[in-house]
Every structure is written in C-alpha cells, then in structure tokens.
C-alpha cells in the first residue's frame, strides 16, 4: 500500500507518502501563483492507492483529478499531531493566512476547534509584512527579536496595513528595532493565546505549521502557555500527514 497526503496551503504545499508503517517520502514547496501546477511537479507522475487532498487548494485538485478525496485541515491536523504525539491535546497551527486551535480526543478525532482566516494578524503572512518593514528577511525576523536587550515596543494595532506603517514610524523616531520585533511577535502571542483559552488548552500542547520554525514564537508561547510547547521535526507536514494517514484508513 503507498498512499499520499497533500496539504495546499496559501504559501507552501507539502506533500506526505505514507506505506501503511512508514514515512517514505515528505517534502515541501512554495505555492506560488498556480497551486494545481506545483502539486503535480510534486508529485511527479507517482501513482498511489488513495491521495487525499486538504488546505485551502483541496477541492481544486480534487476536481482536475489529481486527488482522489478531501479532508478538512481541522481534521488532517488532528489526525497527523496525533500519530506523531498520541497524547497531544491541544494543536495550534499558525500559517500562511490562517491560525487555528484544535483540542483533540484521545482517539484521534476532533473535540472543540477555532479558526482565524479572515485577517491577516496572527499568521506567517503577517510576519512577513513585518519583517519587510523591518528590512529583514523572515528568517531573520525572529532571532532579530531574541536579541533584544530592552523592553518589547508593543503595537497598538494587529491591521496588516497599519501595523506595518507604525513599525517604519517607530524605528524613524529612534526605537530599538530588536524591540519592535519582539512586540511583534508578543502581539501574535497575545492573538493566538487568546484563542487558545477561548477552546480550552489541555496539555501536551503541539505548535505546527511554518510559523513554528520561528524561535522567539516558540519561547513566548510557551512562556504565556505556561507548559512544555513540543514542535514536530517536519511543523509544516501534520497536516499532510494527516490526509496521508486518512488515505490509508480509507484504503484499508
């Protein structure tokens, strides 16, 4: 048996083959401007016995037949966390456009789960924006906040466009910009920790997605989370793990 995970998100796609023991092969791309292109170069002409789509571009390939089904990410990513840590209980993701919250069951499923994908603050985008502002690339962004020695410059708005206009007013009037950066990043903490109480966060607590390769995001999570914060070796493939994992029950 070989089935397949895709996760088409709104910045990368990652794709996840799975044996019905293993991970074979897992890999991760950009989307670029036409997702259906760059799912099939990733794929790369590879037949499977079930190849369940998710994230935002799922029902897209589901319709040019490049993928037999779709999963939601809520599922995919309660699914993926939970193979790699079975007793994972709270799953934050925060990606491209969007962040979610999802408690899970100890079987696996989906318990309570919240979603922002309506606004840009409190996902990878933003930081993007900020780092920009910032003339920093965005793998530089969060190491740049670790190295502040002052006190974070907090902002006083999460709007995309605002807050990116504030942080070029604040570092022309003289401010540290390690210290913007790390009111950056405090004020997505604030976003997501909020929505984690909202769900009602239950230990062991996972941190998926791209934004989880950010260093100064994980320690401030953890540090408002007051718990061990665990990210997986590969954060931007639960979800296609979890589609992958599905593919297979559903072969089986």
């Known amino acids: 048996m070989l089935t397949a995970g895709l996760d088409i998100g709104s910045r990368t796609i990652a794709l996840v083959e799975w044996d019905g023991e293993r991970i074979t092969r897992e890999e991760v791309a950009y989307t670029g401007v036409d997702p259906f292109i760059n799912s099939q170069r990733l794929i790369n002409g590879r037949s499977y016995d079930r190849l369940v ?3 935002y571009g799922r029902h897209l390939v589901v319709e040019r037949k490049l993928a037999d089904e779709v999963i939601t990410e809520i599922k995919a990513y309660a699914i993926g966390a939970h ?3 079975p007793d994972v209980r709270t799953v934050l993701d925060i990606g491209g456009q969007d962040s979610k919250v999802i408690l899970v069951k100890s079987d696996g499923g989906v318990g309570r789960f919240e979603m922002n994908d309506r606004c840009a603050a409190g996902t990878g985008r933003f930081l993007e924006n900020m780092a920009n502002a910032l003339g920093l690339d965005i793998k530089e962004l ?3 906040a670790l190295n502040a020695e002052g006190k ?3 902002l006083s708005s999460m709007c995309a466009v605002f807050a990116e206009s504030e942080v070029v007013s604040l570092t022309g009037r003289g401010e540290d910009s390690r210290c913007v950066a790390q009111g950056i990043h405090q004020a997505i903490v604030d976003r997501v920790s909020a929505m984690v109480r909202r769900v009602g966060q239950q ?3 996972i941190f998926a997605g791209g934004v989880a390769y950010n260093p100064c995001m994980c320690k401030l999570l953890a540090q408002v989370m007051r718990v061990p914060l665990t990210v997986p070796d590969s954060p931007q493939t639960v979800g296609a793990l979890g589609a992958a994992l599905y593919a297979g029950q559903l072969v089986s």
Request: net charge positive; proline share 7%; hydrophobic share 40%.
């Open 53 to 55: 789509a998710t994230g």
């Open 203 to 205: 230990p062991r607590f």
């Open 152 to 154: 974070a410059v907090r």
């Open 83 to 85: 193979h790699f840590f």
């Open 142 to 144: 969060g190491e740049h």
